[in-house]
């Protein structure tokens, strides 16, 4: 029977800790666990049949020289051997199966943690964490699952062991249950040990890994800045301190290795010379002393399979507790809506326009009138309930900066400081709590799925996924045909990046688009943006790594692209500065001036510095 493929909806993980997770992981497949468990107790237990068998037939056949006895019980010993061996190969398969499903639903939890936090992820949690949570925890923590089926036959098998030895000498059957919890205890502070000596190096190989994927990404700028051979030498240093780490996590492997194999060998050895002993002395006979050998031997499989399962119940809470804080990441938004019904009528209304406010920073009196009416001036009050998303275009207003959008129209912001303009982005977006609003209402009481599917964030350096271009495009709107791929990339002027690639939009671009330059990807994720049709479409810095012919062509076909709806351009060029129907000027985080570009060039003169960058000469020519 193939296995069954875990359910797409993988369920509610429980996070309080490594432990619980690892639980919940169980509870999810338990009719699958008892049957593992079933199995694993019968295969277990089963070893221990075969040195009876082979007692008897000493004893009853050898012994007493009866050929039909010896015949009867060697023909049992075959057929125990085809049961354990079906048992055996039946437990195998069911184990994997539950670790399979376990490690598919971790990923898909994980997954689907990803997808929520979204924006949030880079600032909680480094990419390196990350790709070593998906890559090795996600396994470990599926690996603890072998406890639930050999590890509960290991403890069965040891009691059926202990009881049989009872019947033939209580003094044998007091050493097995006083040996093998002393084997335990005697591994016991090495898998502490292996507990912290593996959490250390975990934490380690993501800050390395994260410190690579930086490397890797950032290869082409260090080698042209002469960085290259810095930073290799820095991975190089902290390669060698994870390679220390590592060799202490192995040390400690090692020895929980041996003590595995040479402890419950040095039992046996002990439990034998004992029994030996007691048939010198008569006290018990050949037969049982084979018996007694055969049943320690089996218990060595048992013993193996504990110490194992504590090995990997070890490992696996580290993987988990990784999991667990990974999974514990949560939003921005947290106390706002994931998502609330839209307000009967809600739809997107290209081309349409609200009243529009007063220009300018809003004044203590009053603010814009938006379609819930005015907009007040101060910190909008987090909702304690959801609200409706407005029912058509409408303002957005950033108390912290006291900046208003007005609907239907292209806004500038000119700020000094990138990292300003980066902020007000994620604010005017939803991607952080703030006081901004939508409308009149708060934004961050609208559901999510609304203000994502309503408003977009594009950033100039957003990730390009692998696969064709055509792919790379459709993201945006997977039911677009020709003619908006086409306008699309119109208005993003990267019409000759198409023409450029062999197989056009069905050229296959690798992650990132790595083959394409800084301007050319840059363009796609322009066009990606455009084709979307959001409502509403905040570009930051969308044509820096371009030339000036060809941003002068975006300027003017992003205007008349976006004619009627609300678009707000994070920018210091001129050229799209001077297409704007409104500009405004950010200093220190707050707007400082509000006008059109030429405006603000005749009476900010710090508005004039920011836009020149700096050029005396070009400041001039500017007045």
């Not at 075969?50 to 050929?67: E, F, N, Q, W």
């Not at 292209?410 to 005017?428: F, H, S």
């Not at 990132?512 to 943006?529: C, I, N, T």
């Not at 709806?565 to 200093?587: F, I, M, N, Q, W």
């Amino acid at each position: 029977m193939p296995p069954r493929i875990p359910h797409p909806e993988p369920g509610t993980p429980d996070t309080r800790g490594p432990l619980r997770y690892l639980w919940w992981l169980v509870r999810c497949q338990p009719w699958r666990v008892l049957r593992g468990s079933l199995l694993g107790t019968a295969w277990m237990t089963g070893l221990s049949v075969r040195p009876y068998l082979i007692s008897r037939a000493v004893d009853d056949g050898l012994r007493t020289g009866d050929t039909r006895a010896l015949a009867l019980w060697v023909a049992a010993i075959v057929v125990a051997g085809v049961g354990l061996s079906w048992l055996g190969i039946m437990r195998h398969r069911t184990m994997t199966f539950i670790r399979e499903d376990a490690k598919a639903r971790s990923a898909a939890v994980v997954l689907r943690q990803l997808s929520r936090v979204g924006a949030v992820l880079p600032r909680r949690a480094a990419a390196g964490e990350v790709a070593t949570v998906g890559g090795t925890d996600i396994d470990r923590a599926a690996q603890v699952m072998t406890v639930t089926g050999p590890g509960v036959g290991a403890v069965v098998a040891y009691l059926v062991v202990a009881v049989v030895l009872w019947s033939i000498s209580p003094l044998l059957a007091l050493c097995v249950l006083v040996g093998v919890p002393s084997v335990v205890l005697v591994v016991a502070p090495l898998l502490r040990r292996l507990e912290r000596a593996e959490s250390v190096y975990r934490q380690q190989q993501g800050e390395l890994t994260a410190r690579s994927g930086d490397i890797v990404a950032g290869l082409r700028v260090l080698a042209g800045v002469g960085g290259r051979g810095l930073f290799a030498r820095r991975y190089a240093a902290r390669s060698r301190d994870l390679l220390a780490e590592g060799y202490r996590v192995g040390a400690v492997n090692s020895w929980i290795d041996a003590a595995t194999v040479a402890v419950p060998g040095l039992f046996l050895a002990a439990v034998v010379w004992l029994s030996a002993r007691m048939t010198v002395t008569g006290d018990i006979s050949v037969g049982e002393l084979v018996a007694v050998y055969g049943y320690v031997a089996t218990l060595v499989v048992p013993v193996w399979f504990l110490l194992e399962g504590g090995h990997q119940l070890i490992r696996g809470r580290v993987a988990a507790r990784r999991i667990v804080a990974l999974l514990a990441v949560t939003p921005d938004d947290v106390g706002g809506p994931r998502d609330t019904p839209a307000r009967a009528g809600a739809a997107t209304v290209p081309g349409s326009r609200q009243p529009a406010g007063p220009a300018g920073p809003v004044p203590p009196s009053g603010g814009p009138v938006g379609p819930a009416g005015p907009v007040p001036a101060g910190p909008v009050p987090l909702p304690t309930g959801p609200v409706a998303a407005p029912a058509g275009p409408a303002d957005l207003h950033d108390p912290s900066s006291g900046l208003t959008v007005r609907a239907g129209r292209l806004t500038a912001v000119a700020a000094a400081d990138p990292a300003e303009a980066l902020a007000l982005a994620d604010r005017l977006g939803r991607y952080t709590v703030s006081d901004a609003s939508w409308g009149g209402v708060p934004l961050t009481g609208v559901g999510l799925e609304q203000v994502r599917a309503r408003i977009l964030v594009a950033d100039h350096d957003a990730y390009l996924f692998a696969g064709t271009l055509r792919d790379v495009l459709r993201g945006a709107r997977p039911d677009g045909d020709r003619e908006r791929f086409a306008a699309a990339l119109h208005d993003a002027s990267a019409e000759d990046v198409v023409d450029a690639l062999p197989r056009g939009l069905d050229t296959p671009l690798d992650t990132r688009a790595r083959s394409l330059s800084g301007g050319q990807r840059q363009r796609v994720r322009l066009a990606r943006a455009l084709l979307a049709e959001p409502e509403v479409l905040i570009l930051v810095e969308p044509t820096s790594a371009v030339d000036a012919h060809t941003e002068a062509r975006i300027a003017e076909r992003l205007r008349h692209a976006r004619a009627g709806r609300t678009t707000v351009v994070l920018t210091t060029s001129p050229l799209l500065l001077g297409r704007a129907d409104e500009v405004a000027h950010l200093v220190a985080g707050r707007v400082t001036a509000t006008g059109t570009h030429a405006d603000l060039l005749d009476r900010d003169p710090g508005y004039r510095r920011l836009v020149a960058r700096g050029d005396a000469d070009a400041e001039q020519a500017l007045r």
